[in-house]
């Protein structure tokens, strides 16, 4: 029954391309989260909320994804992060918009849910709340890599849309010849999220981003907003990756849930849902699990980071293969 699924963001227009010299680095985190916290899951040590709060720690802790230490540049020149999860079984959940002092954002977030009210927190309350309850504390500098002073300057350089230097990592791959500078405003590159069922079947769904190169000052995106970047009932689990205001202008995740509770068919709801955002400029990915342990991880980009833990078996994927 106990199932995990993971995502590292979604984007690119064109052909696969094939993987980068970064992206060894990523596969290799994919399968350590979904080893060890798919293990701990399936044992019972954990449940479902635990699990994707602890999946997404793991993933905002690896700076070549877009969430907590390796986050985007905003447009000023500084980072801020936003996270939310949700519990299935009675609809709780925790967000926290835009905060610039915090190693791990998601747990915040799952802090907020589990203090019951408000739901969501924004800025400096929210970065004064985590640290009123112990968790780490990180500079900008410790929170910025080169990889994202290196997308930031360009995007800079070239007055592009935020967003548009996200998934370049020719910038520090020089030996990739050929491989040109991509054009394109998706926010969810390296945006993280998790899924999760537990032996009970119980659901939890967790998201966490840094939001896109460029953006500016106080923009908001899915990631944090219950039912368009997250979702869980008491059926399915959703986090979704792409532009996130078509994402919110959809209701995408929450849509999801809907559409799925209709049909019973999982695949036709999630590919539904991904064609309703796409026409809206957000053509991305999301990862979805129910609450008999079926799963999708579609998506309507070049690539989707993605990875599924389920009865021991450790799968990952970039391009259009799934990896063992």
Request: proline share 4%.
């Amino acid at each position: 029954m106990a199932t995990l699924v993971i995502h590292g963001g979604a984007g690119g227009d064109g052909p696969w391309l094939g993987k980068t010299p970064l992206d060894p680095a990523r596969i290799a985190c994919m399968k350590q989260v979904l080893q060890i916290v798919g293990n701990k899951l399936e044992s019972g040590e954990i449940d479902c909320l635990e699990a994707v709060t602890t999946a997404v720690e793991m993933l905002e802790d690896e700076p070549l994804f877009n969430a907590g230490q390796g986050s985007v540049i905003g447009e000023d020149g500084s980072i801020t992060m936003d996270a939310s999860v949700m519990r299935g079984a009675d609809l709780a959940a925790g967000s926290v918009v835009n905060v610039t002092k915090l190693r791990h954002p998601i747990r915040a977030a799952n802090l907020v849910l589990k203090q019951g009210w408000p739901v969501m927190l924004n800025s400096s309350a929210a970065d004064d709340f985590g640290l009123n309850n112990g968790l780490q504390e990180v500079s900008q500098d410790w929170l910025i890599t080169e990889l994202r002073k290196s997308q930031w300057q360009q995007w800079k350089s070239s007055k592009s849309n935020p967003g548009a230097t996200d998934e370049d990592d020719s910038l520090l791959d020089h030996d990739l010849e050929g491989r040109v500078t991509t054009e394109f405003s998706d926010e969810g590159m390296g945006t993280v999220g998790a899924v999760a069922v537990d032996n009970n079947g119980n659901l939890a769904a967790a998201t966490s981003t840094g939001g896109m190169t460029g953006k500016p000052r106080g923009r908001i995106g899915d990631t944090p907003i219950i039912g368009a970047g997250t979702w869980s009932d008491d059926l399915i689990a959703v986090s979704c990756t792409g532009v996130g205001e078509a994402y919110i202008r959809t209701c995408a995740a929450h849509r999801l849930a809907m559409d799925y509770q209709q049909t019973n068919d999982l695949p036709t709801s999630a590919n539904t849902i991904l064609d309703a955002v796409a026409p809206l400029g957000g053509r991305g990915g999301l990862i979805a699990v129910t609450s008999t342990g079926d799963f999708v991880m579609p998506f309507q980009t070049r690539l989707m980071y993605r990875g599924s833990w389920k009865s021991g078996t450790v799968q990952v994927g970039i391009g259009p293969e799934i990896e063992t």
